[in-house]
């Protein structure tokens, strides 16, 4: 079994930054992916960003065309903690943010982004709200 907590979310004006974190802990050696996902009210769970954990692919991210350029997912050394640093943020960015985590081994998922929420393990979100 994961664990994973979130913390960081806020409420930031339109331009604004803010960075979310994730530590992961149990049987982290277990996870091929790591992700962020949001969900807005009234709105379908959306894959935001994520890192292939470990094989060929160790450390590739991968985006939502609506976060690129402006949102980047990392994660820390020891490879517990994940991160998200939202930058430029949007009022259309505001949502419930969760850290999700998944055991399928790294380059094994077709479109990891598009199944980003429905992964095996989630975290209790933090709320972000951007306002104009």
């Known amino acids: 079994q994961v664990q994973l907590v979130e913390s960081g979310g806020g409420s930031v004006q339109a331009g604004g930054s803010l960075r979310l974190s994730c530590e992961a802990s149990g049987y982290t050696a277990s996870i091929g992916y790591m992700g962020w996902f949001r969900q807005a009210p009234g709105k379908e769970r959306e894959g935001v960003a994520g890192i292939y954990i470990g094989g060929a692919r160790g450390g590739r991210t991968f985006y939502a065309d609506s976060v690129k350029g402006r949102f980047t997912c990392s994660q820390d050394n020891a490879g517990n903690t994940l991160y998200l640093q939202m930058n430029s943020l949007k009022p259309e960015d505001t949502a419930m943010y969760y850290c999700?985590?998944?055991?399928?081994?790294?380059?094994?998922?077709?479109?990891?982004?598009?199944?980003?929420?429905?992964?095996?393990?989630r975290g209790q979100g933090t709320q972000v709200t951007v306002s104009s």
């Open positions: 999700a985590a998944t055991d399928a081994r790294s380059g094994t998922l077709f479109q990891p982004l598009y199944v980003l929420p429905h992964y095996k393990y």
